[in-house]
């Protein structure tokens, strides 16, 4: 686990070239000056932190800088940090890790966020970790999705359960699970395709998904997983929202990490919604998958 | 769902407000709110300062108009300014000799492949004979995914698999393009990291080998604040002509379009609006100004909705109004995909030149009236949903009652809705589905109250 949370750590410090230059001065233990909060602000907002929990940290760590809590930037950052680190909460453990006989995971996001490449880095995941994993390819519905996922299996060693392009993504889940039971499987997870929030249609179809699992498996979907691009905006917010909404989403994974992109508005999905990040995505491999690591996390916003 | 920047302003205003020239002081203070419209609409943090900068400059000492109040005057000023920076619309360039190549670049997952089939559809529309060519040699199944695209428009795809170089393959597709007297050749590169030195250098070995009239960046409306940095990285490894704004169909405010203008300069060429090979539009400046401002992209909003409403749920409708099946299940259906496009009264309201129509079709619907009607459905049980003739006068005080309404707004509701069902059966018997399912919502909805 250390492996890994050095890994996204070196992955987040590749350089970063900056076309508007380095946020300078926020770093060392200088006197804070209104300079100091104006450096803060850009930092946040340049990572997509969002103004308006921008504005609240600024506001907090006014308070506490007037209260003496804080008498040079060095213990200001700190502050900071702790605050970050406290918009992301401690989650609850995964209940993918629960005993059960089938554990379900659907993937859901919107186009091109990277479900089904984090679907194939959690499939070698699991698996390493022990468990009989099957792949479920809902996503019949964008030009070859399931070739993409059926190429993936091969890579993860993972079987994945398909139907023709086109067809009824519920029929898949169906026939999914009932492989998953015949072969004795133990985590079954559900490719879906990508949809904007926006789209009352998708977003039904996508109830629907779910609504097979329900059914067929006690208490499933057990985790119901959101794929965030990291370069991604405020807009996540409104994704976030929507998905939960609709599908009752559980957990975010962070896709493309290893970008410039640093994710920031993950702080205001967890703090508002109350959705845990599970996993971050730092690379196209197999392997460029860890656990998420808030203090990795927070860190990797002032490299 | 929009957040509306003149009203917001307008109260600003309201504290302030004497008419005359703007003062440093106004300025100001409506400045720090666009200021915070434009970072919530993801503009970049340095690009946004610029942008204010620019604008204080103009603002200070301007004479407020007549017609205008003082917001509106700012609002004004902004809105042209953004106007300006979005630049016009600009067509692909297919001037000079055939084959014009046209590369599609950017980061992964930002739409370039289906794109690319967006473009050689309109290409082929205008008259062109266009060539795909699959270079995204390191996604899995991307080849299928270009292939499977051009089979479904019947447009040609060259392609050599995964082992060969996609530079070799570009060189190679725009020798076959010459040879078999195609005219544009379109190039869906993999997606790719601006900071991924080794495939950047792939991309400046395309360039080189295929010498591209159009060098266009692919950037999805979602991007945040880091869209300066990959159109930077982009423009400076392959200089960019142009740039295609997707999944604009989403509700993303699509700032990231401000930054990467101010970053390369290169005009808009187009917007993806959809996941459909056809959902390729040309961008209006206004209308993406006013979302960027948060006034709500309110056309392409009623556009929109006349798509949606119309063509999905009204021939879904219709064919149940055929069959005796259309319920109030299905009409708080619709009314929920109003209420998805924002407050209604802005749809009204905002709309320079629509608002006449709108008002004309409906002159009474308020967001208030949506509320009322809805939660009077919503007391309802399924079974009354489904059949409104079950609804006696028991239950009808029940359902006012439970929506805090009296029997005589119920009564209206069902009578109203008796009423569209007629209508609904009138519009969509005739065969066309043009703009009747929206315009029976709208008469229902401004009867309804009154
Ligand atoms: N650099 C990088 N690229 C990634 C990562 N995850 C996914 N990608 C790439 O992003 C692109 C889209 O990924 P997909 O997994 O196909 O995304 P998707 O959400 O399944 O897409 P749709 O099914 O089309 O909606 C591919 O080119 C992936 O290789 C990541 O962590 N880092
Ligand atoms: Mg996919």
């Known amino acids: 686990m250390f492996r890994r949370s050095k890994k996204l750590r070196d992955s987040l410090t590749k350089t970063r070239r900056s076309f508007f230059g380095q946020i300078a001065g926020l770093l060392g233990a200088g006197e804070i000056t209104e300079e100091t909060w104006e450096d803060l602000e850009a930092l946040l907002v340049q990572a997509d932190v969002g103004v308006n929990t921008t504005m609240a940290l600024v506001e907090r760590l006014r308070e506490q800088v007037d209260r ?9 950052e700190d502050l900071l940090k702790q605050e970050l680190l406290g918009l992301l909460d401690a989650p609850p453990p995964m209940r993918v890790d629960e005993p059960r006989l089938l554990t379900l995971v659907l993937v859901v996001g919107v186009n091109g966020s990277g479900k089904t490449t984090t679907i194939a880095k959690l499939a070698k995941y699991y698996r390493q970790r022990g468990r009989k994993v099957l792949l479920a390819a809902a996503d019949t519905f964008r030009a070859a999705a399931i070739d993409q996922l059926k190429i993936w299996g091969e890579r993860a060693d993972t079987p994945v359960i398909a139907h023709q392009p086109g067809a009824d993504p519920g029929a898949v889940v169906y026939d999914a699970i009932r492989a998953s039971q015949s072969r004795k499987a133990d985590l079954l997870i559900v490719d879906t395709a990508g949809r904007l929030h926006t789209k009352y249609n998708l977003m039904e179809e996508l109830r629907k998904v ?11 979907p057990h985790e119901t997983l959101l794929v965030l691009d990291a370069t991604t905006g405020q807009n996540a917010l409104s994704q976030a929202r929507h998905f939960k909404d609709s599908v009752d989403v559980t957990g975010v994974v962070v896709a493309k990490l290893d970008g410039t992109a640093k994710g920031g508005v993950v702080f205001a999905i967890a ?8 996993f971050v995505g730092t690379g196209e491999t197999l392997d460029d998958l860890a656990e998420f690591d808030p203090e990795a996390f927070v860190e990797g916003l002032f490299e | 769902m929009f957040e509306n920047l003149s009203d917001k302003l307008q109260g600003v205003f309201d504290k302030l407000s004497n008419r005359g020239k703007l003062t440093e002081e106004d300025v100001d203070v409506a400045l720090r709110e666009v200021r915070l419209a434009l970072l919530e609409a993801d503009v970049n943090f340095r690009v946004v300062k610029d942008f204010i900068a620019r ?4 603002a200070v000492g301007v004479e407020v108009m007549r017609s205008l109040t003082p917001a509106q005057q700012v609002v004004k000023i902004v809105h042209e300014e953004l106007m300006a920076t979005l630049g016009e619309p600009a067509r692909l360039d297919l001037s000079g000799t055939p084959p014009h190549v046209v590369m599609l670049v950017g980061l992964q997952g930002s739409g370039k492949t289906t794109t690319a089939a967006k473009l050689a559809l309109t290409l082929r529309k205008a008259g062109q004979r266009p060539l795909m060519v699959a270079a995204d040699t390191r996604r899995p199944a991307a080849i299928t995914q270009l292939e499977v695209l051009g089979k479904q428009l019947d447009i040609p795809v060259h392609s050599e698999g995964n082992k060969v170089p996609p530079p070799q393959i570009c060189a190679n597709a725009v020798k076959r393009a010459r040879e078999g007297a195609y005219s544009v050749v379109l190039l869906d590169t993999a997606g790719r990291l ?5 495939m950047m250098r792939e991309l400046e070995q395309v360039k080189a080998k295929t010498d591209p009239q159009e060098v266009l960046l692919v950037v999805d409306a979602m991007t945040g604040q880091d869209a300066v940095r990959v159109a930077d990285d982009f423009n400076q490894r392959v200089s960019l002509t142009g740039l295609i704004l997707t999944k604009v169909d989403g509700d993303a405010r699509g700032g990231a379009a401000i930054s990467v203008r101010s970053v390369t300069g290169v005009p808009i060429k187009y917007l993806g609006v959809g996941e459909k090979t056809d959902a390729l539009e040309v961008f209006h400046p206004d209308r993406l100004a006013s979302r960027i401002l948060g006034m709500g992209d309110v056309l392409t909003a009623i556009e929109k909705a006349q798509e949606v409403i119309d063509q999905d749920q009204a021939l ?3 064919q149940k109004l055929v069959k005796g099946e259309f319920d109030l299940e299905d009409f708080r259906d619709q009314l929920q995909q109003l209420k998805k496009m924002g407050p209604l009264s802005q749809l009204l309201d905002m709309l320079p030149g629509m608002s006449q129509v709108t008002r004309d079709l409906a002159p009474e619907v308020t967001d208030q009236h949506l509320k009322v009607i809805e939660a009077i459905i919503n007391s309802m049980t399924a079974g009354e949903r489904r059949n409104p003739r079950i609804i006696n006068a028991s239950r009808k005080r029940r359902i006012a009652r439970g929506s805090g309404t009296t029997v005589m707004e119920v009564n209206d509701l069902l009578s109203q809705f008796r009423q569209m069902q007629k209508l609904m059966k009138q519009l969509t018997g005739g065969g066309k589905r043009g703009k009747g399912g929206m315009r029976g919502l709208m008469s229902m909805l401004g009867g309804f109250g009154s």
């Not at chain 1, 779910?210 to 499933?220: F, M």
């Not at chain 1, 703090?271 to 599970?278: C, D, I, K, M």
């Not at chain 2, 604008?55 to 103009?58: D, G, I, K, M, Y």
């Open chain 1, 271 to 278: 703090h508002e919604l109350g959705l845990p990040v599970r």
């Open chain 1, 210 to 220: 779910r609504g097979v699992a329900q059914k067929r498996v006690h208490q499933a």
């Open chain 1, 68 to 76: 003496g809590k804080a008498r040079n930037t060095q213990e200001l």
């Open chain 2, 194 to 198: 601006h900071i991924d030195d080794q």
């Open chain 2, 55 to 58: 604008v204080r400059e103009r």
């Open chain 2, 316 to 318: 879904k409708m219709g």
